[in-house]
């Protein structure tokens, strides 16, 4: 990872691959020449965006379906990444999901649970397995956070709860392992056109219009910009909001 937009052979992880966020920084990855493992629960989409980046980019390209709130699929799927690349240089913990929670006194335990054994479970397996590899190559660990984790978020509680905590935690997490050659970072974007909501049948991509707020492929240049950090700098925090998000505050 000698200079700023070259990732050539570098073995990149990303969870939550198959849509939205997790694809668009999968095919940035691989654009700028890294080997990417692409982790989520739908094998067959995995297969499938495992194809296109060995095709269009000529990098190397694994699937490994894995449930991220599973701590042996976890560890699992960080091995199979480990035997296939010889090693971990960077890992993009982005498997994540909201729930519509409106009143908090009618959110059902099953939408509480689920949220937080991806967003805050699921982080933390994810970061567990891959440091002792990421220690070996001075590598980068990026989390996907929120706006809704540096600010309050009427409505959604429980979904801003867990993004202040994967923003504490991996800021928390840089200063014990800086010393190591570990590079943490936190990608904190406002709305996004993806299929986040879609559990509930209102996904962004339909709520908001093309140019209306930030796009994946955005999100996914600053995971770029992250994974090329070297020591003994890191980029700790990128936020990336639509220019009019404060209008509202």
């Known amino acids: 990872m000698s200079?700023?937009?070259?990732?050539?052979?570098?073995?990149t992880l990303v969870t939550g691959a198959t849509a939205g966020i997790g694809r668009a920084s999968a095919r940035a990855l691989a654009e700028a020449g890294a080997d990417v493992a692409l982790a989520a629960r739908r094998e067959e989409r995995l297969e499938?965006?495992?194809?296109?980046?060995?095709?269009?980019?000529?990098?190397?390209?694994?699937a490994i379906p894995a449930d991220v709130t599973d701590e042996?699929?976890?560890?699992?799927?960080?091995?199979?990444?480990?035997?296939a690349f010889g090693g971990l240089d960077v890992?993009?913990?982005n498997a994540g999901l909201g729930r519509e929670e409106g009143d908090l006194t009618d959110l059902s335990t099953e939408k509480y649970r689920q949220m937080m054994d991806v967003n805050v479970d699921g982080s933390f397996f994810t970061a567990r397995a891959a440091l002792p590899h990421l220690r070996e190559s001075a590598g980068n660990l990026i989390f996907l956070g929120s706006f809704a984790g540096q600010y309050p978020r009427p409505g959604a509680a429980v979904y801003a709860a867990t993004k202040w905590w994967t923003r504490g935690f991996?800021?928390?997490?840089?200063?014990?392992?800086?010393?190591?050659?570990?590079?943490?970072?936190?990608?904190?974007?406002?709305?996004?056109r993806t299929k986040f909501g879609s559990e509930d049948d209102?996904?962004?991509?339909?709520?908001?219009?093309?140019g209306e707020v930030t796009e994946p492929e955005e999100i996914a240049d600053a995971v770029v910009?992250?994974?090329t950090?070297?020591?003994?700098?890191?980029?700790?925090?990128?936020d990336l909001y639509r220019r009019d998000k404060f209008e509202h505050f």
């Open 229 to 238: 950090q070297e020591p003994p700098t890191t980029a700790s925090e990128i």
């Open 225 to 227: 910009f992250a994974a």
């Open 202 to 210: 209102d996904p962004f991509e339909a709520r908001f219009e093309e």
């Open 3 to 11: 200079d700023e937009t070259s990732l050539d052979d570098a073995a």
């Open 170 to 192: 991996a800021l928390s997490l840089a200063g014990s392992v800086g010393e190591d050659g570990v590079g943490v970072t936190v990608v904190n974007p406002s709305e996004v």
């Open 48 to 62: 499938s965006l495992a194809a296109d980046l060995e095709r269009e980019f000529g990098v190397d390209a694994l």
């Open 72 to 83: 042996a699929q976890v560890e699992a799927m960080v091995d199979r990444t480990v035997d």
């Open 91 to 93: 890992v993009v913990n």
